[in-house]
């Protein structure tokens, strides 16, 4: 497990797979996607060695319903009096009582979505409270703005905190030995494309990916928001290359 500050406010934690996020408003505390189920010794030792109590956990956000998003969103709602948010086309999934969409993959992808499903577990069924729609206002981080991002699943989200300048984009945005790309693993490539052009878009200083380190350098991500206002076929997507 290790626990990287980003802002005074922003620690972002690596669980035993993937990377979670956990934002502080005084004395509450805010995650941004769980980690893989599993991720209860991590997640319980990154509050203890930031010195923080299980009980000041108010609300969880998924940005996605795939297992490595959600796996112990279960566990964590049971420390306390936590509030579960999801988008509404994937609260029923989250839920347990329907099976997620499968990404479309190209011929890279194959291998690497192999590599990375196998053994891992199913998340188990996490009650949602609270449907989010694009556009609407979380209560932390000064506001936080909910932006539907379809593509890598029908109902995936970004999250703004324009008060603070920090973006977290799920999965659809990814940062890779390559650079900033597309994430792999998408239910629509197509629609994913015209979200990512939208969410560069977005200013912001810190970005705070599914997958990869985030960026701290606004210009960095401003130059690729400048490179793909000419439109999706701007987005950079090296899985999506044919195998040569």
Known sequence: MEIVPL?????LIK???GQTYLWRDGSELTFIDTGVPGSAPDLAAAFAELGYRRADLRRIVLTHCHDDHIGFAADLAGWGDVEVLAHHREAAVVRGERQRDEPVLTEREKLLFAQVTAGMPAAPPCAVDTELSDGDLIDFGGGAHVIGAPGHTDGSI????P????LFTGDLVANSPQGVILGPFNTDRARAKESFVDLVQIPADVVCF????PLTAGP????LGERCRSGPAAVPDPMGQDVS
């Open 158 to 161: 970004a999250v703004h905190l």
């Open 15 to 17: 669980p035993v797979f």
């Open 220 to 223: 960095t991500w401003q130059a």
């Open 163 to 166: 008060a603070h300048g920090v």
């Open 210 to 213: 599914g997958h990869g380190d």
């Open 7 to 11: 802002l005074p406010d922003l620690h």
